[in-house]
């Protein structure tokens, strides 16, 4: 097995991380959270040769999900996760574009829900399956344990938090999602994030104000 890699590609006008994790040496990978710009992620993958066999996603806002469907359709491959949760929230993703001025955007139906606990992988590399609500209800953060990686969406920022006030948002319970299920995992832990820049969950145990 090769190593764990990530690109990032931004997409939508919110400029939302949408990541092509993949395998150094086979160049087979996933991509999480295909929001938007499915043009640009799908120059992405060609460019570097990167075959992508699953869509996952972390929850059902438009800049994660809004593209969902349309990559589907170009790839051939399911549409993984979040949690059922976001069910509402991915049938109305058409409105959420509307509102929010994304033209294109399509209400997402996964091939398949996640729960806690569950596993996802692509060749060897497996990812436990975290439900972290609070920013959106059905809010998954996907950890491979191997790698000291999470890609934790938008429950957890380089400095700051997910907002929680939008439909199905609690704060209470995005703090409670972050102290005790991914700062746990330990401080060495890498992560990408939804927005900006990833980090280290030691600096944000240690100086994130929302944490302190
Ligand atoms: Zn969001
Ligand atoms: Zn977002």
Redesign the pocket.
Known sequence: MGQLNAGIVPVTPFQ?NCTILFDMDDKHGVVVDPGGDIDKVLAVLKDNAISAGAIWI???????AGGAMELKEALGVDIIGPHEADKSLLDNLENQGRRYGIAGARNCVPDRFLTEGETVSFGSHVFEVLHCPG??PG?VVYYNRAAKFAHV??VLFRGSV??TD?PGGDHAALIASIKDKLLPLGDDIGFIC?HGPGGRFGEERRTNPFLT
């Open positions: 939302q972390t929850h059902g806002h438009i800049d994660h920013h959106a809010h969406g938008d997910g907002r939008l939804g």
